[in-house]
């Protein structure tokens, strides 16, 4: 896999503030951002606009529907290429325990990696650029 | 009996003897009684147990040691004199054989006589006390005897686990428990237990084991035990020392705790629920005012103005859900000193409807209310029965259409006071209906988008109803509206 120019990222959470947010400083470094409120929407949104990078808040509608249309992202040829990073706030010290910095874990949860909110736009960026 | 007056019998067929000593002992504090032959005297003193006894040997009807004999053998504790004119060593003899403690020879001044009483009083205190020690000391060895049984018993029947090893890891002793917290079938006293304990609980007995000097204290672990780890043992491994200080065995105590773990894990998990809901508003809040301070994005005053309204918004909810929290906390501490007080339902109704005045006019929601005449009122907590109902209002006026309804009905079922909320809002879906009293669940979908709220409102409700042994049920239809009935009993103390 080789690492390709990022232009249009979708952003799919169902808090609207930092869907806004994320938005407009993505916005602000000249990406195209497109934006969905539910997992639901998230997929047909990826469907329709083959964005170069997916953020996917973890818990929207249900506690997993974050995993859960990673998963279905993956499984699309299109989505196999990208990076597709998983959104939260949970961490060890919340009590959600898992992570996705070994080959074994993004293997099985199906993602790229995770990023913690508050999101820092630079590290987003970065991570989305060393992407290969 | 010898603690107050002592008591004397005096059995002399002489009158003047008679009445002459019973005088002169009267005076010194005894009390006397006296018979005038053999057969009274065996009488009195087979009846009563006297502290002493003077006999005359020669009456006319029974000789004074058959009197003795007879008292003896009731009393064998009253001291007995034998008094006589005609002392011979032989009967002397006799009668000290058949249990007699002295002899008063006949005359006997005053002084005399009044100094063996004194005696004879002495020597009954002796006997006594030796019976009392006699006594006793049965009593102490009966009770080791049963005390070792008793604690066996004991052992054996509590709800802990106990198990005694040696040093050699044989079993010393156990109770049934234990077997029942390790999964064991059966155990023999004297058979090697290696093997047959969790690993974890071996570990701890061979670290005692290994120590050089022994430390007097419990080493605990917790181990999951079952043929699906369903049970969850703790187990406090003690050691037992020898009285010369060297290590005896070990000593493991085993208690159920899997009830206080699923506590635990459901504690933990309201925890990590609080934690998220928390962090999510204070995210927004904190993304918002970063954006508005960072001059390399230049917004415009409008949308900062639009920023500032959305954190603010955030800040509340943020703060609803603090109080929610507050509330549930408070509850749980509260059931024990809430004010009770008669509450009409009707009442809290109604001023709950004030606040939410404006809530419903933005909307222009219809009320409908439905109250049957003569309401009880409920024994119960102001405070309690207004948040309940406040939660349920405002949770229709939240979730209603614009121009629709609320019609709440109070009426008596039997024993149960109704109150039915019932609203023509965006409905629940099937699989939300069962998740609904849930702390932090919220239904999200595309009708309730926009419409803010903790999670924690009708789980609040839910446990005041509970708390008041009520129940409360739901009832919806999807994009047609909720019904919520609560059922209170009416009545209570």
């Not at chain 2, 502290?51 to 003795?68: F, S, Y």
């Not at chain 2, 955030?314 to 507050?326: F, H, I």
């Not at chain 2, 004030?354 to 409920?378: R, V």
């Amino acid at each position: 896999m080789s690492s390709r120019k990022i232009n249009k990222i979708l952003l799919v959470d169902d808090d609207i503030d930092l869907l806004e947010q994320t938005k407009l400083l993505l916005e602000s470094k000249g990406f195209k951002v497109v934006t969905a409120e539910d997992s639901e929407q998230g997929f047909k949104a990826f469907q329709q606009e083959n964005p170069d990078a997916a953020i996917i808040d973890l818990i929207m509608e249900q506690m997993d529907s974050g995993f859960i249309l990673c998963y279905k992202i993956k499984k699309t040829e299109h989505g196999k290429n990208i990076p597709v990073y998983l959104l939260t706030s949970a961490t060890y010290e919340t009590g959600f325990k898992f992570s996705a910095s070994t080959q074994e874990e993004k293997e099985w949860i199906k993602c790229d990696g995770i990023i913690h909110k508050p999101v820092v736009v630079e590290e987003l960026i970065s991570k989305l650029e060393n992407f290969s | 009996m010898i603690n107050n007056k002592a008591n004397i019998l005096i059995v002399d067929d002489e009158k003047g003897l008679r009445l002459g000593t019973k005088r002169l002992l009267e005076e010194e504090g005894y009390d006397v009684a006296t018979a005038e032959n053999g057969e009274e005297g065996i009488k009195l003193g087979t009846s009563k147990e006297f502290d002493v006894a003077v006999i005359d040997l020669k009456m006319p009807d029974i000789d004074g040691l058959d009197v003795l004999k007879e008292i003896k053998n009731v009393h064998p504790n009253t001291v007995c004199f034998i008094a006589t004119a005609y002392a011979s060593y032989d009967t002397a003899i006799l009668a000290t054989r058949i249990g007699a403690y002295g002899y008063i020879p006949k005359p006997f001044t005053p002084e005399e006589f009044c100094y063996q009483i004194e005696q004879g009083i002495k020597q009954r205190k002796l006997i006594l006390d030796s019976e009392r020690l006699k006594k006793e000391r049965e009593e102490n060895l009966f009770e080791l005897a049963s005390e070792k049984s008793r604690l066996n018993a004991i052992i054996k029947s509590i709800n802990e686990g106990v198990l005694v090893i040696n040093k050699n890891n044989e079993v010393v002793y156990y109770n049934y428990s234990a077997l029942k917290f390790l999964n064991l079938p059966d155990l023999k006293i004297g058979e090697n237990i290696t093997g047959k304990l969790p690993d974890k609980i071996c570990a701890i007995i061979q670290k005692i084991f290994s120590k050089e000097k022994i430390l007097l204290k419990s080493y605990t672990v917790q181990t999951e035990v079952g043929a699906n780890n369903e049970l969850i043992v703790e187990a406090a491994c003690t050691p037992v020392p020898q009285p010369d200080g060297t290590l005896a065995g070990v000593v493991i105590t085993l208690g159920n705790i899997t009830e206080f773990k699923k506590i635990e894990i459901i504690k933990s998990q309201f925890v990590s629920m609080v934690a998220h809901e928390l962090k999510a508003p204070l995210a927004a809040i904190q993304g918002f005012l970063n954006i508005i301070l960072n001059v390399s994005l230049n917004i415009d005053k409008e949308k900062e103005k639009d920023y500032l309204k959305r954190s603010v918004s955030r800040l509340k909810s943020l703060t609803d859900l603090v109080n929610d929290l507050l509330d549930i906390s408070r509850m749980e501490i509260k059931t024990k000193q809430r004010e009770l007080e008669d509450v009409m339902l009707a009442d809290v109704v109604n001023s709950t409807l004030q606040f939410l005045e404006l809530e419903a006019k933005k909307k222009n929601l219809t009320i409908e209310k439905q109250f049957e005449g003569n309401i009880p009122s409920i024994k119960a907590d102001l405070n309690e029965i207004t948040r309940m109902v406040t939660n349920l209002l405002s949770n229709a006026c939240k979730y209603n259409v614009e121009n629709g309804k609320i019609i709440i009905s109070i009426s008596v079922l039997q024993n149960y006071l109704q109150l039915v909320v019932k609203d023509t809002g965006v409905g629940l879906k099937a699989e939300e209906k069962t998740k609904l009293f849930s702390e932090f669940y919220r239904a999200k979908n595309e009708r309730t988008r926009g419409i803010s709220g903790t999670g924690l409102g009708l789980s609040i409700v839910k446990r005041i109803v509970d708390s008041y042994h009520g129940s409360i049920n739901v009832e919806s239809e999807y994009g047609v509206g909720t019904s919520f009935t609560i059922k209170l009993p009416i009545n209570q103390n």
